[in-house]
Antibody, heavy 122, light 107 residues
Framework: EAQLLESGGGLVQPGGSLRLSCAASGFTFSSYAMSWVRQAPGKGLEWVSI????????YYADSVKGRLTVSRDNSKNTLYLQMNSLRAEDTAVYYCAKSYGSGSLMRAFDIWGQGTMVTVSS | DIQMTQSPSSLSASVGDRVTITCRAS??????LAWYQQQPGKVPKLLIF???TLQSGVPSRFSGSGSGTDFTLTISSLQPEDVATYYC?????????FGQGTKVEIK
């Protein structure tokens, strides 16, 4: 059974940094694009970033461009999100999600992790 | 960027009712449209992809239609477990934008 497990969330001061991890199991991680999606408390879903299966292509929402960086280690079946220069508006549950169907970035997200909470506050 | 607009923002219906949610893209996206269900306190779940393809394990009372700019999610007979917020999402190109969500409640 395909599973995703996020970790690394917590409380951080404005301007600070955090690195989220997403451990994958139950599927061939290196075959699928992976994404980060966030949800602020009481709000809707916001797509954050996507990375191709090889890691060679990445895309970001305008709201995080230049501050958040997605990467992956296919030898460790792990997705990462490096978060720098954090702002209060980055406070949210961060989900990692697997793309449906191998290879392409242009896919829906069929498997989601449980999420990890990031709180940016002084 | 292409904007995704859902309507209504919320609705209340009786058990057994037919429920329809619409999603409009500001530009054509062919059929690169997914629908997700997020039950209260739960993780989002993929219901439909490619505008009308039901994800494995999803009850057949859910259906999707549309292409280009206008899309519809229909629940043919609303059940208590369908109480949730529903989101559409485009995935034809960056950014992979979600709609603002439609909250479905039981009357």
């Amino acid at each position: 059974e395909a599973q995703l497990l996020e970790s690394g969330g917590g409380l951080v001061q404005p301007g600070g940094s955090l690195r989220l991890s997403c451990a994958a199991s139950g599927f061939t991680f290196s075959s699928y694009a992976m994404s980060w999606v966030r949800q602020a408390p009481g709000k809707g879903l916001e797509w954050v970033s996507i990375i191709s299966n090889s890691g060679g292509s990445t895309y970001y929402a305008d709201s995080v461009k230049g501050r958040l960086t997605v990467s992956r280690d296919n030898s460790k079946n792990t997705l990462y999100l490096q978060m720098n220069s954090l702002r209060a508006e980055d406070t949210a549950v961060y989900y990692c999600a697997k793309s449906y169907g191998s290879g392409s970035l242009m896919r829906a997200f069929d498997i989601w992790g449980q999420g990890t909470m990031v709180t940016v506050s002084s | 960027d292409i904007q995704m607009t859902q309507s209504p923002s919320s609705l209340s219906a009786s058990v057994g009712d037919r429920v329809t949610i619409t999603c409009r893209a500001s530009q054509g996206i062919s059929n690169y449209l997914a629908w997700y269900q997020q039950q209260p306190g739960k993780v989002p779940k993929l219901l439909i992809f490619a505008a009308s393809t039901l994800q494995s394990g999803v009850p057949s009372r859910f259906s999707g239609s549309g292409s280009g700019t206008d899309f519809t999610l229909t629940i043919s007979s609303l059940q208590p477990e369908d109480v949730a917020t529903y989101y559409c999402q485009k995935y034809n190109s960056a950014p992979w934008t979600f709609g603002q969500g439609t909250k479905v409640e039981i009357k």
